[in-house]
């Protein structure tokens, strides 16, 4: 089958590769796709959050199933467009991507249906924002609503500090509409994890957990970051644990929006803290990770491209996923900079010797091709992800490969999976 994969990130170059991997794929068309994935895919340069360009490129195309993987589209309404010309999709209609799209949305639905998460209020008065956040206590939680590319997010201890930051989103202007409100949320203390499944829009078919780093710096320190680094599986996530976050988080969210007659049909993720009174929900998003599938992928045996297309067209019902054995590390190679200005147009070497290194596959972020060669264009560059026997393995040439990777200012933590290999000696 023909696929049409959207989006240009690390993520949709593992979801290239994935697809790439499935007998079912014989041809893979992305849009507007990456310097990477255009190693092995055609790519069309198209804005991909106009559901207009995206149906025209779909009637050019033909393709059996298109895999949306960013948000901006899901939001924009591309799913519903597409599907209303008949198009199977994988990615959720527009009314159900606002479980990302609309903290305050999907607070409402968590309440609902008795899902653990913070206890959260929105604001449209800094005075009335202030006055919760007082009576709540340190550390501070406060949201811009909307979508703000994982930035919108600040947890601080200094209260001076949480008011700049509710006044900067309500009448400062600080990520536009996606600020006008703010959600002021309890601080949920404890280690994190994502869980994602596939969604029909009544089954899902769940992956096992992964584990993002959210903060620029080593020790999670500095700003919130798109994530700079993942792995998968995460040894404080039991198996059961993991059951329990499918049965009472993932399938209640699923039954609550099909309820509502708005299924979610595509890839649900919950990022939650696993706290001492048990998991809740940091953020509901309507999509796979970025960068937990440059590790989750990799470890995925069954075909991705049936589980897609399956959750498209409603048959999950009875598929199971299959996993190796092997766990996966991913570490983000950032710019200099990032999450703030950074510099592009950066000439990238070294991702052949990094490829080189057994188990290693380097997965396009922010690059483009100019003058013949690779250069950066974003701040999160180049994922590069390895498979091992267990976390030290595995730590061990991902590491090596981002040695082997250069360009100016290049930067990425050096704790990705540190804390699961610690727990893998027994020493945490
Ligand atoms: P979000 O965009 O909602 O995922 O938030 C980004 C990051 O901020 C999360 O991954 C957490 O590290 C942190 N965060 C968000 N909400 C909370 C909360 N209620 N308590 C503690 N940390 C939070
Ligand atoms: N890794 C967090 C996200 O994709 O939102």
New binding site residues.
Partial sequence: MKVLLLGSGGRESAMAAALQRSPAVTELVAAPGNPGIGRTAEVCSIDVADPAAVVSLAERCRPALVVVGPEAPLVAGVSDALRANGYPVFGPDKEAARIEGSKSFAKELMECSEIPTARGRSFNEVSLAVAHMDALGPPYVVKADGLAA?KGVLVTQDRAEAVMGIEERLVGGRFGDAGRTVVIEEFLDGEEV?VIAFSDGRTVVPCPPAQ?YKRALDGDKGLNT??MGSYSPVPSCSDELAAAITDEVIEAMVAALAARGTPFIGAI?A?LALTTEGPRVIEF?ARF????TQALLPRIESDFAELCLASATGQLEGMKLHCRSDVCVAVVVASEGYPGPHKTGLVIEGIEEAESVAGVEVFHSGTRLSEGMLRTDGGRVLAVSALGQDFSQARARAYQAVSCVHFEGALGRTDIALRAELKERGRA
């Fill in positions: 994982g994502s993002d798109g994530g993720y990022g998003n990770g970025d960068p937990e």
